[in-house]
């Protein structure tokens, strides 16, 4: 059974419920969890995190790896992106996460919103939102990280927002050649184009991203889009 939505807007769901109606927060997580098809919100979760695919997409990550995650805003991009960075500090791997967006209470909030206690990996997890985040700063910061490394740029468009930033294209080419020489794997959040219709397909792809500079797509190894519980992943041929 599929969610008609990801988990963390159901959970919204069950908050807004609760205020509106003054229902204890389990009471109306279970009434939430009826509408899906469950029984109570427990066994909702369960299946939740059995369907999950961030633990069957991360074994298809290879050092090296350039990845873009794309979607439109609410569809999970940023949680999928945790996710996967959560599976590789499971397999004993560090992970960094570069925000021009969020905050670091932002990042962690959303690490439990997919039920991961964020002290569980602080040796493991550095976040940076620094707003000097560049290609050549996460180089910088990350000159030392040792191979496997995952690296989440939270987002691709905000990269050349600074005018004394190289242009997005080249700055994109810069973290390539170090995730290879470096043998990092680099996932950048990327926004989608408005003009994507999800009518006309299930999930956006490489012609619907946001470029509001050039940017060559051929740079990237593999993609990852989502739509309303829908995640298509393919590798570049």
Same mark, same amino acid.
């Given at each position: 059974?599929?969610?008609?939505?990801?988990?963390?807007? $159901?959970?919204? =769901?069950?908050?807004?419920?609760? *205020?509106?109606?003054?229902?204890?927060?389990?009471?109306?997580?279970? =009434?939430?969890?009826?509408?899906?098809?469950?029984?109570?919100?427990?066994?909702?979760?369960?299946?939740?995190?059995?369907?999950?695919?961030? @633990?069957?997409?991360?074994?298809?990550?290879?050092?090296?790896?350039?990845?873009?995650?794309?979607?439109?805003?609410?569809?999970?991009?940023?949680?999928?992106?945790?996710?996967?960075?959560?599976?590789?500090? *499971?397999?004993?791997? *560090?992970?960094?996460?570069?925000?021009?967006?969020?905050?670091?209470?932002?990042?962690?909030? =959303?690490?439990?919103?997919?039920?991961?206690?964020?002290?569980?990996?602080?040796?493991?997890?550095?976040?940076?939102?620094?707003?000097?985040?560049?290609? @050549?700063?996460?180089?910088?910061?990350?000159?030392?990280?040792?191979?496997?490394?995952?690296?989440?740029?939270?987002?691709?468009?905000?990269?050349?927002?600074?005018?004394?930033?190289?242009? $997005?294209?080249?700055?994109?080419?810069?973290?390539?050649?170090?995730?290879? @020489?470096?043998?990092?794997?680099?996932?950048?959040?990327?926004?989608?184009?408005?003009?994507? @219709?999800?009518?006309?397909?299930?999930?956006?792809? $490489?012609?619907?991203?946001? $470029?509001?500079?050039?940017?060559?797509?051929?740079?990237?190894?593999?993609?990852?889009?989502?739509?309303?519980?829908?995640?298509?992943? *393919?590798?570049?041929?």
């Amino acid at each position: 059974m599929r969610l008609s939505a990801p988990i963390y807007h $159901l959970k919204r =769901r069950a908050k807004r419920l609760s *205020r509106e109606e003054g229902v204890p927060l389990h009471d109306a997580l279970d =009434r939430i969890a009826r509408t899906e098809g469950f029984s109570a919100w427990s066994m909702l979760a369960a299946k939740a995190a059995a369907l999950t695919p961030a @633990d069957r997409l991360f074994p298809q990550f290879m050092p090296g790896d350039m990845v873009l995650v794309g979607a439109r805003p609410g569809q999970g991009k940023t949680l999928m992106s945790l996710e996967l960075a959560v599976e590789a500090m *499971r397999s004993g791997h *560090r992970a960094a996460f570069f925000s021009l967006e969020y905050t670091e209470k932002d990042v962690r909030d =959303r690490l439990q919103a997919i039920g991961v206690e964020p002290a569980q990996f602080d040796e493991l997890f550095e976040v940076d939102c620094s707003d000097a985040i560049s290609a @050549d700063y996460v180089v910088k910061q990350m000159a030392a990280a040792p191979r496997g490394t995952f690296v989440v740029i939270d987002y691709l468009q905000l990269l050349d927002q600074r005018r004394e930033n190289p242009d $997005l294209n080249v700055q994109v080419r810069t973290l390539k050649s170090f995730a290879c @020489d470096q043998g990092l794997i680099v996932v950048f959040i990327s926004q989608i184009d408005r003009s994507y @219709d999800p009518s006309v397909k299930p999930c956006p792809d $490489l012609s619907d991203i946001r $470029l509001p500079n050039p940017l060559d797509l051929k740079l990237f190894d593999k993609t990852c889009f989502l739509n309303n519980s829908e995640v298509q992943f *393919r590798a570049a041929s």
